[in-house]
């Protein structure tokens, strides 16, 4: 496609369900990234994949958040038994080949309610 | 202390105004440094890349400085359609680390 593509872009979880985050990134790109935006704060760094090598996970805020990319296109976050503090944007990005110097680009997001 | 720091807002200036955003980080091997822009419930979008020598697109300009690690976009002859939040962001690590966002209102 022309853009990164994610899905769903809202999500409604009761507390305790385990939901998936789909991302699509722009053909060719190498590079994926995913991020947790709050409300009123910017995204927050979760995980990076290159390809289907997860280069760092160091943002994951714990054992519950999974996320895997196995044929280099396609990734899924996957958030287990969800708590309401997981409430936020989750943000997929891709960039192609490089430096980084070009910059990412986002997806529109999934909004992740846990009531 | 946060990786990437900027100014708080919100700023709300009139039309016509010049206004400027400010942004530190804390890593001096940051390499790639942006500004971005984010329209109320939607997602980042690349504004600008912001280069050593400085750099100016229209009516935004963008420098860094490396000695203090500092970033600045300036606006000027704002419009009502810039109102936005506006997210500095850098390349540390090979991954992009964001400020926490200041939010720009242009009023008539």
């Known amino acids: 496609g022309a853009g990164v593509s994610q899905s769903p872009r809202y999500k409604v979880a009761k507390r305790g369900q385990d939901v998936a985050l789909r991302c699509d990134p722009i053909?060719?790109?190498?590079?994926l990234f995913w991020y947790q935006q709050a409300l009123g704060q910017g995204p927050e760094f979760l995980t990076y994949f290159q390809n289907e090598a997860q280069l760092d996970k160091s943002g994951l805020p714990s054992d519950r958040f999974f996320a895997e990319r196995p044929e280099g296109s396609v990734s899924t976050l996957k958030i287990q038994r969800t708590q309401q503090e997981d409430s936020a944007v989750y943000l997929c990005?891709?960039?192609?080949?490089?430096?980084?110097?070009?910059?990412?680009?986002f997806g529109s997001g999934t909004r992740l309610t846990v009531v | 202390r946060k990786e990437v720091e900027q100014d708080p807002g919100p700023f709300n200036v009139p039309e016509g105004a010049t206004v400027a955003f400010n942004c530190t980080y804390s890593n001096s091997a940051s390499q790639s440094f942006f500004w971005y822009r984010q329209d109320c419930r939607k997602e980042p979008k690349l504004l600008m890349s912001?280069?050593?020598s400085g750099n100016e697109d229209g009516r935004f300009t963008a420098q860094l400085n490396r000695a203090s690690q500092y970033i600045s976009l300036l606006i000027r002859d704002s419009k009502l359609s810039d109102s936005a939040t506006y997210l500095c962001?850098?390349?540390?690590?090979?991954?992009?680390?964001f400020g926490q966002g200041t939010e720009l209102s242009v009023k008539p």
């Open positions: 912001v280069y050593s």
């Open positions: 053909s060719g790109h190498v590079s």
């Open positions: 962001a850098v390349i540390q690590g090979g991954k992009l680390i």
């Open positions: 990005a891709s960039s192609p080949p490089g430096t980084g110097y070009y910059g990412y680009t």
